[in-house]
C-alpha cells in the first residue's frame, strides 16, 4: 500500500506570499496518478489538479504541481485570501490514497 | 452543472446499522464510477469504497471490509452505502465523489457530506 506523507504539516504566510507544499509517496508512483485538493472548513474538498500537473476545470493558474517518481509539489504562486484551506495530495488508480492534509493558515 | 446529494446520516449505536444514499444529477451517471470517502471530524480524508459505472464491480478499504456494502441504481441515478456493524471509529462525515471517468480515476466532483455518529 502507497503511503502519502505530506509537509509541512502546517505553512503559516502572509496573502501574496508563495507557498510550497511537499507530498512523498512511500513508493514510486506514476505521475499521471497524482492528484491535489483544497478543503475549506465546513465545504467538500474540491479538486485543483490531476495526473500532477493538469489543472482542473476553473482553477486559476497561480496553482501549479509538479513531480516524479516519489517527490510531488503543489505550489501557489502569489496567496489570495481564499486559499488559506486544508490541501490533500492523492494517489489514485490502483488504490485511492490521501496524504493527511498540509493547512496553509494566515500569518 | 454535477450536482451530488448525500442524505440517510444520523446517529446510531455500536452494532447498529445505516443506509446512506447520494442522489446525483448534471451528467450521465451509468458512464462513471463512483465512491465514498469519508472524514473523521477533525481529521484525514480516507477512501472507503468504490463501484463501477454498470455497478458490478466493488471495493472496499479494509477498514470496512466485510461490514459496508456500495452499491447503485443508475434508473434513479442513486448511490448507496449500507454500513453495518457499525463501530465509534466509522464516526465520520461521508462524502460521495464522482469519478472523472468510467476507470477509476480521480475525483473531480464531491456532494457536501452527510454525517455518521456512532455513539450509545
Known amino acids: 500500500e502507497i503511503v502519502l506523507t505530506q509537509s509541512p504539516v502546517t505553512l503559516s504566510l502572509s496573502p501574496g506570499e508563495r507557498a510550497t507544499l511537499s507530498c512523498r509517496a512511500s513508493q514510486s508512483v506514476s505521475s499521471a496518478y497524482l492528484a491535489w485538493y483544497q478543503q475549506k472548513p465546513g465545504q467538500a474538498p474540491r479538486l485543483l489538479m490531476y495526473g500532477a500537473s493538469s489543472r482542473a476545470t476553473g482553477i486559476p493558474d497561480r496553482f501549479s504541481g509538479g513531480g516524479s517518481g516519489t517527490d510531488f509539489t503543489l505550489t501557489l504562486s502569489r496567496l489570495e485570501p481564499e486559499d488559506f484551506a486544508v490541501y490533500y495530495c492523492q494517489h489514485y488508480g490502483s488504490s485511492w490514497t490521501f496524504g493527511q492534509g498540509t493547512k496553509v493558515e494566515i500569518k | 452543472e454535477v450536482q451530488l446529494l448525500e442524505s440517510g446520516g444520523g446517529l446510531i449505536q455500536p452494532g447498529g446499522s445505516l443506509r446512506l444514499s447520494c442522489a446525483a444529477s448534471g451528467f450521465t451517471f451509468n458512464s462513471y464510477a463512483m465512491s465514498w470517502v469519508r472524514q473523521a471530524p477533525g481529521k484525514g480524508l480516507e477512501w472507503v469504497s468504490i463501484?463501477?459505472?454498470?455497478?458490478?464491480?466493488?471495493f472496499y478499504a479494509d477498514s470496512v471490509k466485510g461490514r459496508f456494502t456500495i452499491s447503485r441504481d443508475n434508473s434513479k441515478n442513486t448511490l448507496y452505502l449500507q454500513m453495518n456493524s457499525l463501530r465509534a471509529e466509522d464516526t465520520a462525515v461521508y462524502y460521495c465523489?464522482?469519478?472523472?471517468?468510467?476507470?477509476?480515476?480521480?475525483?473531480?466532483?464531491w456532494g457536501r457530506g452527510t454525517l455518521v455518529t456512532v455513539s450509545s
Open positions: 465523489a464522482k469519478h472523472s471517468s468510467s476507470s477509476y480515476s480521480f475525483f473531480d466532483y
Open positions: 463501484v463501477s459505472g454498470g455497478g458490478v464491480a466493488t
